[in-house]
């Protein structure tokens, strides 16, 4: 069966840079959400979507974005990028109705 | 959405039961209990969810005690790929929007042989 698509699995960024993670739901899912987990971390809420609307909204920082698109992927964008955003980003999504959340596999982001 | 505590570790040899347990006791009447785990690294998988009744899946089975405010997630025969962190989510329900879930710090089961 075909599962949440993250892209890139792995970035490597300097300070002040910015970034771009991108995530492909699994068809038919209309509901979008990204998270954070740190190094020894759980993974933190940052911001969800629902038929291309912003959802809800975590502890994203004000140097981030994101939205999410007709075809219903979402891009993360991350601007001035700091040594403590290094982290993995998780996208999941879900067919609202149905409830559950399936994961993608991540993107590893290193800031130096 | 409820808080959730759970015991930090937990070891279990291989082939018997693992029985995770998990308190929720400010758990609202229409909020669902989830479990999730996390296998190092890896994207968080689903396991299995319910809201009042006990509930089992290919994976675990979920006993939910009569007042809510509690429950266990069942690995009838726990191998040694079943190590991970279990999270165990109170969920409020769909309300037209998107619901999301709140990880907690979770257990970590550790499968041994």
């Known amino acids: 069966a075909a599962g949440v698509i993250q892209s890139p699995r792995h970035l490597i960024k300097e300070k002040r840079e910015t970034a771009t993670l991108k995530c492909y739901p699994i068809?038919?899912?209309?509901?979008v959400y990204w998270y954070q987990q740190g190094p020894g971390q759980d993974p933190q809420f940052l911001i969800s979507?629902?038929?291309?609307?912003?959802?809800d909204k975590g502890s994203i920082p004000d140097r981030f974005s994101a939205q999410q698109f007709s075809d219903y992927h979402s891009e993360l964008n991350m601007s001035s990028l700091e040594l403590g955003d290094s982290a993995l980003y998780f996208c999941?999504?879900?067919?609202?109705?149905?409830?559950?959340?399936?994961f993608g596999e991540g993107s590893r982001l290193t800031v130096l | 959405d409820a808080k959730t505590t759970q015991p930090p570790s937990m070891d279990c040899a291989e082939g018997r039961a693992a029985n995770l347990p998990c308190n929720h006791s400010?758990?609202?009447?229409?909020?669902?209990v989830y479990w999730y785990r996390q296998i190092h690294s890896q994207g968080p998988q689903y396991i299995i969810h319910?809201?009042?009744n006990n509930e089992t899946n290919e994976m675990a089975s979920l006993i939910i005690t009569e007042d809510r405010k509690s429950s266990t997630l069942i690995l009838p025969h726990a191998t040694l790929r079943d190590t991970a962190v279990y999270y165990c989510?109170?969920?409020?329900?769909?309300?037209?929007?998107?619901?999301?879930?709140?990880f907690g710090t979770g257990t970590r089961l550790q499968v041994t042989l």
């Open positions: 999941a999504s879900s067919h609202v109705v149905a409830g559950e959340l399936f």
């Open positions: 068809p038919r899912h209309d509901t």
């Open positions: 979507f629902y038929e291309k609307m912003q959802s």
């Open positions: 400010t758990i609202s009447g229409n909020e669902y």
């Open positions: 319910g809201l009042k």
């Open positions: 989510i109170v969920r409020a329900p769909w309300d037209g929007t998107a619901s999301k879930l709140t």
